[in-house]
């Protein structure tokens, strides 16, 4: 073995000059029979090995939750807490966890001093790291975020999470942050985070350390069940309005939870919740006192039952229902006719079960003394008889909305109206057996209370070659609109200037036939003065009937929309500004306008326009920049949009010097 480390191979000589250092060759264990003389330990015995250096923890990380727990819920100023929370998520989630009645306030043992200033000493060390930069965690921009939102309303705050920002982490940081700055009030969840959205576990959050929320409202979040609804029944006993939209995984349980520990509950609003069905309406009209609007939409498990517990329990104090797209049946119209004696407001939405006799039992119930608003909108159960018995049975309604509802005639529009003793706003949309003798029927049988009339796509009203006898105007109505209705023309206009002297605003909309022909009566009768005028989408008005409104009415006129009417041309505008020292908004979008007629415009100085619109006037040019920016002087919004004869330059050169004025290009 001796040759061996004396081996001197081609070159000669040992390859250790000492057998002691072949220690470092060999690696020698107890087994190997060879004696060498006792030798110095060699301080590597392995081969190397590369590795980083382990990070050692700090003695507060090394705490479990259960220790770490009791030392945060002994942070009672809410500065302390939020930066407590920017350590780390851990922490974060931690103080999230912590109910108001778990902190520590304050400690009468005065044995425990020492105690509370090590724990509060190594606090304040792990929270100088995260000034320092030592500690980097995303929690400390959700708590930033947190806090320095406005506050809104009564000293509480207001937040919104939508999309993506929807996260448990921002709901615990809400939860930690938002108590020291005035308490949260408001709380809405649009949507989440398809990745990590928001669970029970942000609820939580939320239930615990927000005790003053007034108003949750959650939109499709389908990761949040009854547990998470639950703990805010237990936390957030101020809880006032509750908005619920696409949350399949509530049902009643939670429902049932809010109504028995939220008596302060005014507002409810259920929609597109698969689960939740009749026993939830019976909990918030037994347990909610204070109850004034519930609207209800797309749930197929309520039904009658449900609506007969909730009206015939808090009919006395609920004023406001919207009911829409559910499985209920005439039983639950009878109900409400009966027991709705506090409700004034009513909306009545695509509910096709229910028949004639619903509306008919509704209006006979002599409950809806109350009533001023009703709305009803796709409900085919809607007749002559029917609609007679709620005009009847409504003796205080003064709003009346119908829409989509094929069945009805004049007969029953005129009886309507005739029983309605105080109607005052009449709005028709898409009844198409309603005709000319219907529409004015109303007028005839309301000629003393009536002042809003307005009827949408009614495609029954058509030119009769008929005579109406002499009768007394209808001198209380002052706005009417008529739009897209295209049987309507000018032999209707001279009817409406005969029945309304009084009228202050006029909108005609798409109606293909009026001419100005039609228009001269109308606006010839109205004594009191024009106000507001709409002839949008007539193409065949012209600068004749336009002048003549702007002559005769422009003393009173605030508002003219001529958009798309072809043949109006710079005519026009020279008679705005010779006549309408008034008006504040104008629109001539997709006309004949020309830089000549924008320079009478800016010639006139008593003229202090506000908003105007030329959109699609091809004709105008850079010519015109200069007569605008002497009009933005008053103006607060401009629409050049699709002027393509207006350079960039020129649109660029009006942002920089209109820079009050609210340009759309």
Not at 579 to 606: H, M, P, Q, Y
Request: hydrophobic share 40%; charged share 20%; with cysteine.
């Amino acid at each position: 073995m001796s040759k061996v480390f004396n081996f001197s191979g081609d070159h000669g000589g040992t390859v250790y000059p000492s057998p002691k250092k072949s220690s470092l060759f060999l690696s020698l264990r107890n087994h190997v029979d060879v004696y060498f003389p006792p030798c110095k330990r060699s301080r590597v015995a392995v081969p190397f090995v590369f590795s980083e250096k382990k990070h050692k923890l700090s003695s507060i990380d090394v705490l479990p939750d259960e220790c770490l727990f009791e030392v945060l819920r002994r942070l009672s100023d809410g500065k302390d807490r939020s930066a407590s929370a920017c350590v780390s998520k851990r922490w974060l989630m931690l103080l999230s966890s912590i109910r108001g009645d778990e902190t520590v306030i304050s400690n009468p043992n005065p044995s425990l001093e020492t105690e509370e200033r090590s724990i509060q000493t190594a606090l304040v060390k792990s929270v100088d790291c995260v000034k320092k930069g030592e500690v980097v965690d995303s929690s400390a921009a959700e708590v930033a975020e947190a806090e320095s939102q406005d506050i809104e309303g009564e000293g509480h705050l207001s937040r919104c999470l939508d999309g993506k920002k929807a996260t448990d982490v921002r709901l615990a940081a809400i939860a930690v942050g938002t108590p020291g700055h005035g308490g949260l009030g408001k709380l809405s969840i649009r949507g989440s985070n398809p990745i990590r959205g928001v669970t029970d576990t942000g609820l939580k959050a939320i239930a615990r350390g927000c005790p003053s929320l007034r108003a949750l409202s959650l939109w499709n979040v389908s990761s949040v069940s009854d547990e998470g609804l639950t703990e805010i029944a237990q936390g957030c006993h101020l809880l006032e309005k509750l908005d619920l939209c696409q949350c399949p995984a509530i049902t009643d349980m939670s429902l049932m939870a809010i109504a028995k520990n939220c008596p302060n509950l005014t507002s409810l609003t259920i929609e597109s919740c698969s689960k939740i069905g009749n026993e939830t309406l019976q909990a918030v009209g037994r347990f909610c006192p204070k109850l004034k609007f519930v609207s209800l939409k797309n749930c197929p498990l309520i039904g009658d039952q449900g609506i007969a517990s909730l009206f015939s329990s808090a009919g006395h104090v609920l004023t406001k229902v919207k009911l829409h797209a559910l499985n209920i049946s005439d039983i639950a119209l009878a109900v409400i006719g009966h027991y709705g004696i506090a409700i004034t407001d009513i909306a009545l939405i695509g509910l096709q079960n229910i028949n004639e006799r619903g509306f008919w039992v509704m209006g006979n119930g002599q409950g809806l003394q109350k009533l001023r608003s009703l709305a009803i909108t796709a409900c085919h159960g809607v007749t002559d008889l029917g609609l007679e018995a709620l005009g009847k049975g409504c003796p205080n309604l003064k709003l009346f909305c119908l829409r989509k509802c094929t069945i009805l005639s004049d007969n029953g529009l005129v009886a309507f109206a005739k029983g309605s003793v105080a109607l005052e706003n009449l709005q028709l949309e898409e009844c198409h057996r309603i005709t000319q003798a219907g529409f004015v029927g109303v007028l005839l049988s309301c000629g003393e209370k009536l002042k809003v009339l307005s009827m949408v796509k009614c495609f029954g009203v058509k030119e009769l070659a008929c005579r109406f006898p002499s009768v007394l105007p209808c001198n209380s109505l002052q706005s009417l609109s008529i739009r897209n209705c295209p049987g309507v023309g000018n032999a209707t206009l001279a009817i409406m200037g005969r029945l309304c002297p009084k009228l202050t605003h006029l909108e005609l909309s798409g109606l293909l036939q009026v001419t100005d022909e039609g228009l001269f009566p109308l606006v010839q009768s109205c004594e009191a003065g024009l106000v507001k005028v709409n002839l949008s989408g007539c193409v065949n008005v012209t600068d004749r009937s336009v002048s003549f409104i702007t002559e005769l009415h422009g003393g009173s006129l605030e508002s003219l929309n001529v958009d798309e009417c072809r043949y109006v041309t710079d005519m026009t505008l020279l008679a705005i500004s010779n006549n309408c020292w008034l008006l504040k908004e104008l629109d001539v979008s997709k006309c004949g306008i020309t830089d000549s007629g924008v320079a009478s415009l800016a010639s006139t100085v008593r003229l202090n326009l506000q908003i105007l619109s030329l959109s699609g006037c091809s004709m105008l040019s850079d010519k015109s920049v200069p007569f605008l920016q002497k009009l933005g002087q008053t103006l607060m919004g401009l629409n050049i949009q699709h002027c393509n004869g207006v350079s960039s330059r020129c649109v660029d050169l009006l942002l920089e010097q209109l820079w009050r004025c609210d340009i759309l290009s």
